[in-house]
């Protein structure tokens, strides 16, 4: 049964600190997506990668986010410094792009920044 | 600019039929409906989707009425692991967003 992995799953830092997380996305897929939940702003996509390139950050802080795909088994969704205001579910999702393209999401990173 | 609207919540008995409503009086003729679910502390979990006709999985039945502008979500026979939030998504033709908004809480009781 393929699925999305992340990790880490729950993670507490004080504001400042810088947090990674990373995703494995299911073998054989092309696009990766990472979203951030809040209850004030619901599910907000905030990365795009097919085939391992960027394609879509504009939902990204530029100025402490960054978003990577080392290679085609691990994407890293780095903040630094954190603020509280980022403290959030993050999630990241893998799909084989083209028509359908559904996209298959992992069980989320609970990030809070104290 | 929301493309659906749902309904924020509906309860449904359980072994019952749970009919989840979405409008989407704007959807273009290049546009796929897209159903997806979300239960609690879990990421959120593709169910069906459908152009213009009738299409059903193992989970669910898609509706689209004639002309496109809504739909409705069956699922044929509600467990409690069916309690979650439905999200109705209109996206088009290789559109690699999915843009969420609040869906329909729906609670599966006893």
């Known amino acids: 049964d393929a699925r999305v992995t992340q990790t880490p799953r729950h993670k507490v830092t004080e504001m400042g600190q810088e947090v990674t997380m990373r995703c494995q996305p299911i073998l054989g897929h092309n696009t990766v997506f990472w979203y951030r939940q809040t209850m004030m702003q619901g599910l907000e996509l905030l990365a795009y990668f097919r085939n391992r390139a960027p394609l879509d950050d504009s939902g990204m802080p530029k100025d402490r986010f960054s978003a990577e795909m080392p290679d085609a088994t691990l994407a890293t969704l780095k903040i630094q410094p954190s603020e509280p205001r980022d403290s959030a579910v993050y999630f990241c999702?893998?799909?084989?792009?083209?028509?359908?393209?559904?996209?298959?999401f992992g069980p989320g990173t609970r990030l809070t920044v104290t | 600019d929301a493309k659906t609207t749902q309904p924020t919540s509906m309860d449904c008995a359980e072994g019952r039929a749970a009919n989840l409503p979405c409008n989407h009086s704007?959807?273009?003729?290049?546009?796929?409906v897209y159903w997806y679910r979300q239960i609690h502390s879990q990421g959120p979990q593709y169910i069906i989707h459908?152009?213009?006709n009738n299409e059903t999985n193992e989970m669910a039945s898609l509706i689209i009425t004639e002309d496109r502008k809504s739909s409705t979500l069956i699922l044929p026979h509600a467990t409690l692991r069916d309690t979650a939030v439905y999200y109705c998504i209109v996206r088009g033709y290789n559109d690699y967003k999915l843009s969420f908004g609040a869906g329909t809480t729906v609670t599966v009781r006893a």
């Open positions: 704007t959807i273009s003729g290049n546009e796929y």
């Open positions: 999702a893998s799909g084989l792009g083209g028509v359908y393209n559904e996209q298959y």
């Open positions: 459908g152009l213009k």
